[in-house]
């Protein structure tokens, strides 16, 4: 067998374009757009990159969007009332703050400080918990964007094995919860799992580790469905994913491509989150 290949890319497309029209019949309703406040500290390269991205493609939706770059030497009182400002402002509707944050932030606390409402990202304890009790809520962007490639393929989850790798809060334990609430049945691994006795049972194969090469061909069933989330700089710094491409190639039904498979999903989710906090904080 040889895999098809999820397209993120146009998914991501297309999912842009259903939003454009949103955005309109909001800014129609409230005599304003939608609006995201995106907060950046400090100067790691690959945090400037993705905010970049952020802003350029909410604007190219018709969202406001505002950047507040701080420096690395950023107190915690500072970045704390910078947000409540944020909380405290009508015409915005998603606050994110970019991870990782400098290592004197406490993270924890920045992400709580956010107003739950607002918190695009779903990192705040409240939608993380409320995703975890299967409760509707702002979903991380990441794994939001993997189930809606896996709708996208008319992929029925319910039933399934499904085999997370990595257990971060970004990725894998949102990914974990909404598998869970898709009536998949879930294995979450990590460091200390023995991950390929899982995914060689596993019907979803969703790798969120960052480690190039993790995943070979013969650690996935036949006819797999493996999503890769992996974000790594291979040689000549080239954009590469968790997979050995070429071997899963051959082994999974489905495969997503690194680049052009979850990359482009996670910041169509983010304008998704925003317009839905949006509609939400305005009772549309
Ligand atoms: N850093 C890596 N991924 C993310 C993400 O999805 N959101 C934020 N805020 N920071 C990140």
């Keep these: 067998m040889v895999a098809q290949l999820i397209d993120g890319k146009a998914i991501a497309g297309r999912q842009r374009a259903l939003l454009a029209g949103e955005v309109v019949a909001f800014a129609n309703a409230m005599g304003r757009p939608p609006g995201i406040a995106v907060i950046r500290a400090g100067e790691d390269p690959a945090s400037k990159i993705y905010v970049a991205s952020k802003k350029r493609t909410a604007e190219s939706l018709g969202l406001n969007s505002w950047e507040h770059a701080l420096p690395e030497h950023t107190t915690q009182a500072e970045l704390l009332s910078l947000i409540a400002g944020l909380n405290a402002q009508e015409a915005v509707d998603g606050i994110l703050v970019q991870l990782p944050l400098p290592k004197h932030l406490d993270t924890h606390s920045v992400l709580r400080a956010v107003?739950?409402?607002?918190?695009?990202?779903?990192?705040?304890?409240?939608?993380?918990?409320?995703?975890?009790?299967?409760?509707?809520?702002?979903?991380?962007?990441?794994?939001?964007?993997?189930?809606?490639?896996?709708?996208?393929?008319?992929?029925?989850?319910?039933?399934?094995?499904?085999?997370?790798?990595?257990?971060?809060?970004?990725?894998?334990?949102?990914?974990?919860?909404?598998?869970?609430?898709?009536?998949?049945?879930?294995?979450?691994?990590?460091?200390?799992?023995?991950v390929r006795a899982e995914t060689l049972r596993a019907d979803i194969v969703v790798s969120a580790v960052g480690v190039a090469g993790l995943l070979r061909g013969d650690w996935i069933r036949e006819g797999a469905v493996v999503v890769d989330v992996g974000m790594n700089r291979g040689e000549g710094g080239k954009l590469c994913g968790d997979v050995v491409f070429e071997e899963v190639f051959q082994k999974a039904a489905w495969l997503t491509p690194v680049p052009g498979g979850v990359g482009p999903m996670t910041i169509a989710m983010l304008m998704h989150n925003t317009v839905q906090a949006a509609k939400s904080r305005c009772k549309l």
């Design 115 to 194: 107003l739950p409402q607002k918190d695009v990202d779903g990192f705040h304890p409240m939608n993380a918990g409320s995703l975890f009790q299967g409760k509707p809520t702002l979903v991380p962007c990441t794994p939001l964007g993997v189930m809606k490639m896996l709708e996208e393929i008319g992929y029925k989850v319910e039933g399934k094995r499904a085999v997370v790798i990595g257990r971060s809060n970004i990725v894998g334990r949102p990914m974990a919860a909404l598998l869970l609430n898709a009536s998949a049945s879930v294995v979450l691994c990590h460091s200390k799992s023995d």
